[in-house]
């Protein structure tokens, strides 16, 4: 039972949306440096559950940040991020583990000439690589207002001219849900999806590794299975 309520009250957490006194969190490990990135509308307590097991289970100095992923637009996200990297002086090697949004704005970040950092590996939970087919959808809709610049970058149309295409893809793998517990977008997205992202959009040529599992799209961090696949890649 008390698990239960440990599961419930974790996956209520990663629901949390972007508070601007938010500030990166760290757990400090003696091994590898995990960055962890979010997703549109969410907080860094959504990759929490990730950062704990690969700081608890495999001794990883984890390492969240987050981004206001409604106001800010694709450019200066990138920019953000980039100066907290820097300002956390990871000059080395760094693994990223991200969610949804957080892996288009990695192809933000290895697009960059100026970092410092190289990356080791990094791990993408369903990325909309080909853009949202939600967003296309939205775009067109009473609801607009609640994407703030996303759509500026996010549209199918849009993110081949706005996202630099995706760099080092021998060092990524993808990791797409089919469970689609979120009928209500079944009607714009392809027979094969995660109730927000389609799984044909995350796959790009060249990826180390690509896998398609029977996880939803919004709580994919807490799965353990995909925990466990993360920490071996």
């Known amino acids: 039972m008390k698990e239960r309520y440990q599961d419930w009250v974790e996956k209520v957490k990663i629901l949390t949306p972007p508070l ?25 307590e959504a990759m929490e559950p990730m950062a704990k097991y690969l700081n608890e289970e495999k001794g990883m100095r984890t390492i969240c940040i987050p981004y ?3 106001l800010d637009d694709f450019d200066l996200i990138v920019t953000k991020i980039g100066e907290q990297l820097e300002e956390l002086e990871l000059t080395g090697p760094i ?6 949004l957080g892996g288009v704005i990695l192809s933000g970040l290895l697009a960059s000439e100026t970092r410092s950092w190289h990356l080791a ?7 909309p690589l080909k853009g949202s087919q939600i967003i296309d959808w939205l775009c ?8 703030g610049a996303a759509p500026e970058y996010l549209q199918t149309a849009k ?19 089919k469970s689609n517990k979120l009928k ?21 040529d060249g990826l180390a590794e690509f896998h ?19 920490a071996e890649f």
């Open 121 to 127: 590996k990094a791990v993408m939970l369903a990325p």
């Open 95 to 100: 693994h990223f583990v991200t969610h949804s």
């Open 68 to 70: 206001d992923s409604v």
């Open 212 to 230: 398609v599992e029977d996880v939803d799209h919004t709580f994919i961090t807490v799965d353990k299975k995909i925990q466990q696949r993360c």
């Open 20 to 44: 601007p006194w938010h500030k990166y969190s760290i757990r400090e490990g003696k091994g590898d440096v995990v960055v962890l990135l979010h997703g549109l509308w969410r907080s860094r």
């Open 159 to 177: 993110i081949g001219k706005r996202v630099p295409t995706l760099q080092q893809q021998e060092r990524i793998a993808v990791i797409m849900g």
């Open 184 to 204: 209500l977008f079944s009607l714009f997205l392809d027979e094969h999806n995660d109730g927000i992202v389609s799984v044909d959009d995350g796959r790009v």
């Open 140 to 147: 067109d809709s009473p609801f607009r207002f609640v994407l």
